[in-house]
């Protein structure tokens, strides 16, 4: 398809275990954004890269919380020691520039950690 | 600190009803959009505002900005049972100009009864 893919749709962990979260931008699209929605609540923004590096990180909430875009496309969020407060739905986000156009969505991963 | 608020939070209201959506954000911004939320589903984009005073329109919704007043509306017109959804207003503030980085207002679901 020609959206933007995460996987997996759904995830269940146990308490301090260690979970990759994936995203597949749209073909071409420089910039890959990261957010968080928690129930009830409005997304929350994370990080965002522009190409490989990351522009912004200014909203993982801590240092369990990683992101790497190796080669400019992929992206994978990588939080260790899941706490029952990570469980959210967790967006990924791509578009054609930083800005320059408007973000496409995915479905997201909902994480449920219990 | 940066706020977005949309008011109401929920709002039923009768098909073929008009009504309006508040958003008020409490930075300086150019850019502003608004999104539509189906349960389960990812975000939609309906409408990117980019200037003060602009107005954009799509079948039964009409968006507007206001930057001075840092407010935006969403109104809708005949409101038809297919617009329940949650709505979202959602203010770019990344640094240097328009970046996608992102932070959004807590939703207004709206629920259009027959």
């Known amino acids: 398809g020609a959206g933007v893919s995460q996987t997996p749709s759904n995830k269940v962990t146990e308490k301090g275990k260690y979970v990759e979260l994936r995203c597949d931008p749209i073909?071409?699209?420089?910039?890959l954004y990261w957010y968080r929605q928690s129930l009830g609540q409005g997304p929350e923004f994370l990080i965002y890269f522009q190409g490989t590096g990351a522009a912004d990180d200014s909203g993982l909430p801590n240092d369990r919380f990683f992101a790497v875009r190796p080669e400019g496309s992929v992206s994978t969020l990588k939080i260790q020691r899941t706490e029952r407060g990570d469980s959210a739905v967790y967006l990924c986000?791509?578009?054609?520039?930083?800005?320059?156009?408007?973000?496409?969505f995915g479905q997201g991963t909902r994480l449920t950690v219990v | 600190e940066l706020k977005v608020e949309q008011n109401p939070l929920f709002l039923s209201m009768q098909e073929g009803k008009n009504y309006t959506i508040y958003c008020n954000y409490s930075t300086t911004s150019d850019r502003l959009y608004w999104y539509r939320q189906d349960p389960g589903k990812s975000l939609e984009s309906l409408f990117v505002l980019l200037s003060n005073g602009a107005v954009k329109q799509e079948g039964r919704l009409m968006a507007s900005l206001d930057t001075k007043a840092r407010l935006s509306t969403l109104h809708i017109t005949a409101a038809v049972h297919d617009l329940s959804a949650t709505y979202f207003c959602a203010v770019d503030i990344g640094y240097g100009g328009a970046t996608n980085k992102l932070i959004f207002g807590t939703g207004t679901l709206l629920a259009v009864q027959p």
């Open positions: 073909s071409g699209h420089t910039a």
């Open positions: 986000a791509s578009s054609s520039e930083a800005g320059g156009t408007e973000a496409f």
